[in-house]
């Protein structure tokens, strides 16, 4: 196939005055046949699910299973008060199981021993029920990334990723078991949606991640490192589409958040990625809480990006960039735009052009721009650019003033870059001998 490069429009846009819409009128017109080569995106080795009138199935609802145990990090600190106070004992005790479990990382009853004696065991039963069980880790990079996959009480299987960085430890969290996007370079996708997380499962993650970096289970600290000894950075860019699984990840944004009552973290260390879901990055700019915002977008025009991201059929780049820009509006934080380099499929340069085209039209300094190589995978058409090209793609947007950088993607070695996140078969294996705890 040949490349279709859109016309840009040549005319000179102003400085949006502030309030004022965005000035997004990037034409993209009839194309000239350039000749350059464009892959289209389809599946490998399985079939997207589709509706009826053809187009990639797209699941917001999640399917009704067995609710997970309520635990303490799903509450807020006003109703563990009054849940402790049904098991028999006073308010304050949920303080302290507060401490145990967001400071100590611990939810047996046996370690907490300024807990009376009699009724411990039932309280801890009661707020801190188990929810993940461990099935498999596997550990790269000399130790410094680690990739969990996790039980949950039903069986599903979720993934996170933990990586030590100079300065900071960063863990990619799953929000949801399985994907209802059905994005067709994603191996999570695949499967379909199994259910949403609750709040306590995506922050469990966090505290189990936490509980081994204490224990000295995660790489080598290097001597003049002075950050902490836990997670600092947050990525929802595991399992799942965050937004599609709202109430729950506000919840576990706000245990991550809250100094007083949970894990203490700050909000500028937390990112909320989304595939375009519109009304609900509208909701999360009004939420008080200052995450850090990053649209996966992948392709600046929507004939590739309808194929490419099938949610791009309820809402268009236009639309997903204005939303994102207004989160910019609201909450005066940069936000991230996430592109996945695909050779020969989204990786050309007047698409780098058209994209800084159209973050232009939106103004200046709200917005930087991680290209994300992928995979080397020799006979797929899900591969990386050619360097050279990466290099090109980057270099056009920085020269058109939009700071770009190639995001460092540790952990694909183990499958735990992001849209990779699929439990395989040996994890299946692993998971049914694994009992849930
Ligand atoms: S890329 Fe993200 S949104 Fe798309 S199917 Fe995979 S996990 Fe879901």
């Known amino acids: 196939m040949t490349d279709q490069p859109p016309v840009r429009s040549t005319t000179p846009r102003q400085a949006r005055p502030a309030g004022a819409p965005a000035d997004t009128a990037v034409r993209e017109t009839k194309p000239k046949d350039t000749g350059i080569r464009q892959v289209r ?12 009138s053809g187009r990639p199935l797209l699941q917001f609802a999640s399917p009704k299973r067995g609710k997970p145990p309520v635990h303490l990090a799903d509450m807020t600190a006003a109703e563990r008060v009054e849940k402790v106070k049904e098991l028999g004992l006073p308010g304050f005790r949920a303080k302290q199981l507060e401490k145990h479990y967001f400071t100590h990382y611990t939810s047996d009853a046996a370690d907490m021993t300024d807990l009376p004696a009699s009724g411990r ?53 799953s929000s949801q078991a399985g994907c209802g996007m059905n994005c067709p370079f994603c191996a999570t996708g695949q499967a ?7 709040a306590a499962e995506i922050v469990e993650q966090i ?18 490192d002075h950050s902490l000894d836990r997670v600092s950075n947050i990525v929802f860019m595991g ?30 260390g937390i990112t909320v990625s989304t595939v375009g879901l519109v009304p609900a990055i509208k909701k999360l700019a009004d939420e008080d809480i200052p995450v850090t915002f990053a649209l996966s977008l992948h392709a600046p025009d929507d004939g590739l990006r309808d194929e490419l991201i099938p949610v791009n059929s309820r809402w268009k780049v236009d639309e997903a960039l204005d939303a994102a ?63 050279p090209v990466q290099n090109e793609f980057v270099r056009r947007l920085n020269d058109a003033g939009i700071p770009t950088t190639l995001r460092d993607t540790r952990g694909k070695e183990i499958d735990g870059a992001c849209g990779q996140l699929v439990a395989t078969e040996e994890d299946e294996v692993a998971a049914a001998a694994t009992p849930v705890s």
């Not at 995106?41 to 009826?52: H, L, S």
């Not at 506000?250 to 991550?256: I, P």
Request: hydrophobic share 40%.
């Open 121 to 173: 065991e039932e309280l801890v039963a009661g707020m801190l029920p188990p929810l993940l069980t461990e099935v498999r880790r596997l550990e790269t990079d000399r130790g410094d990334t680690i990739k969990f996959l996790w039980k949950l009480h039903d069986g599903a299987l979720v993934e996170s990723v933990l990586m030590r960085y100079p300065g900071r430890i960063t863990l990619c969290v």
């Open 192 to 198: 379909g949606l199994t259910r949403n997380m609750s």
């Open 207 to 224: 505290v189990r991640a936490n509980a081994l970096i204490a224990a000295g289970g995660l790489g080598g600290k290097k001597r003049d």
């Open 325 to 387: 820009r207004a989160y910019f509006d609201k909450t005066g934080r940069r936000v991230s735009i996430e592109y996945a380099l695909i050779k020969d499929m989204n990786d050309h340069a007047w698409r780098a052009d058209l994209l800084a085209d159209k973050l232009n039209a939106r103004g200046r300094g709200w917005v930087h721009v991680n290209p994300i190589p992928l995979n080397p995978t020799p006979g797929s058409i899900w591969t990386a650019s050619e360097v």
């Open 41 to 52: 995106p389809k599946t490998e080795g399985w079939q997207q699910a589709k509706d009826e």
């Open 239 to 268: 399992m799942g589409e965050p937004l599609a699984n709202y109430a729950r990840v506000m919840q576990a944004v706000r245990v991550m958040v809250d100094k007083e009552h949970g894990l203490g973290m700050s909000a500028r």
